[in-house]
């Protein structure tokens, strides 16, 4: 074997691997859409890549849990509401990540806007007609989060905001991190 074709062999293994190690690991930009753990979806856990503790096992223990703040009762419509999604599991853990949906209770669709108020800490990404906030790289330092819920301007039902969240040990791999759910209902307005 000549020197260039070992060259090009060596750089395409190289390649394959850091490509794998890429797939292999977390995501610190933020998870695909559809992880939020609502309306039959995965989440990180259940989809099999941060799943070395059972879902919910932080709560379960007493190391933390997953808070939904700033949804009313009851939604007044084309109200801008602040949100703020805390992971409290902060001991022994370095980044943070979380994914939250709103739809309507009874369809499924997607119910009001989610506004990030900073782009470098959140996200907006779209699947099905869901929109999806979620954390990004830049955002991954803190365990708070924080942007606005436009509600519906016409009362379509009931709503149902479900979210998953990670309180990772940031070695940027999916071993060792603990994952969270939570939900929350608002009523139409009457």
Known sequence: ??????????????GVWVLFAVVATAYPQGPD?????GFGEPTCNQSGCHAAFPLNAGRNDGLGD??????PEQFEPGKTYPIEVV?????????W???????IAGTGAQAGELKPLDDDATQVLKAGGVQYIEHTLDGIGSNTFDFNWVAPTAAGGDII??????????????????????????SAAK
């Open 66 to 71: 997953l808070l939904i703040n700033g949804f």
């Open 161 to 186: 905001v479900n979210a998953a969240g990670n309180a990772a040990d940031g070695d940027f791999g999916p071993d060792g991190d603990y994952i969270y759910t939570s939900s929350v209902e608002v």
């Open 1 to 14: 074997m000549n020197v260039t074709r070992l060259g090009a062999s060596v750089t395409g293994l190289i």
């Open 97 to 103: 990540g979380f994914q939250l949906a709103t739809r």
């Open 87 to 95: 992971v409290s599991h902060t001991q022994d853990r370095s980044v």
């Open 33 to 37: 859409p559809a992880v939020s753990g």
